[in-house]
């Protein structure tokens, strides 16, 4: 079993930044995939970005690549994701999940993890 507890949302004018964490307790977060996802009011829950166990791989949805960056440090046990060149479209509740499995895998689809943080909102203003 892993915790993981998201936060680093904010309200942030277009073209600013903002640095999303996860932080694992329970196991090493090494141990697994991770991925970021998020969700505007009345659409489905989207893949934003995500990196595999080994961290060699990692994958991003079209819409934010080249803005958004997802890295690790594993001696705080956390995953982040940086947003830059924030767009009002980016608004959303914003959550980081979790699976062990394959090293070099990245999964894309939400039902493919297993463990999930609350969710952090982010809010960008034109």
């Known amino acids: 079993q892993v915790q993981l507890v998201d936060s680093g949302g904010g309200l942030v004018q277009a073209g600013g930044s903002l640095r999303l964490s996860c932080a694992a307790s329970?196991?090493?977060?090494?141990?697994?995939?991770m991925g970021w996802f998020r969700q505007a009011p009345g659409k489905e829950r989207e893949f934003v970005a995500g990196?595999?166990?080994?961290?060699?791989?990692?994958a991003y949805a079209d819409s934010v690549k080249g803005r958004f960056t997802i890295s690790r440090d594993d001696r705080k046990n956390t995953r982040y994701l940086q947003l830059n060149n924030l767009k009002p479209e980016d608004t959303a509740v914003y959550f980081c999940?979790?699976?062990?499995?394959?090293?070099?895998?990245?999964?894309?689809?939400?039902?493919?993890?297993?463990?999930w943080g609350q969710g952090t909102q982010v809010t960008v203003s034109s």
């Open positions: 999940a979790a699976v062990g499995g394959s090293y070099y895998y990245v999964p894309r689809e939400s039902d493919e993890y297993d463990y």
């Open positions: 990196m595999s166990r080994s961290g060699t791989n990692t």
């Open positions: 329970g196991r090493t977060f090494s141990g697994y995939a």
